[in-house]
């Protein structure tokens, strides 16, 4: 089983930045990649960042490319997600998700609610 607690949620100005965490606590098998998707009110849950445990390699969504960088400290069993240049449109629920063997994302944190004033 995978645990998956995130932090680092809040409230923020636009064009503001904040930095959301995900603690991973794994017993049985080793990650393949963690994520984070966000979900707003009315709308699906969205694929926001992507990265691989291994190699490191990284995959955004359109709306957040050169403004949100995903990051991993594979000792923590951590994963980052530094969030800048915030918009209103951004203001979502962000969920951390890890995937397993199957290599789907397959496990879920709690979620973190980040809001954006405009």
């Known amino acids: 089983q995978v645990q998956l607690v995130e932090s680092g949620g809040g409230l923020v100005q636009a064009g503001g930045s904040l930095r959301l965490s995900c603690a991973a606590s794994v017993r049985t098998f080793s990650i393949y990649a963690m994520g984070w998707f966000r979900q707003a009110p009315g709308k699906e849950r969205a694929f926001v960042a992507g990265i691989t445990w291994i190699d490191g390699k990284t995959y955004y969504g359109d709306s957040v490319k050169g403004r949100f960088t995903i990051s991993r400290d594979n000792a923590k069993n951590t994963v980052y997600l530094q969030m800048n240049n915030l918009k209103p449109e951004d203001a979502a629920v962000y969920y951390c998700?890890?995937?397993?063997?199957?290599?789907?994302?397959?496990?879920w944190g709690q979620g973190t609610q980040v809001t954006v004033s405009s």
């Open positions: 998700s890890a995937q397993g063997p199957l290599r789907t994302y397959d496990y």
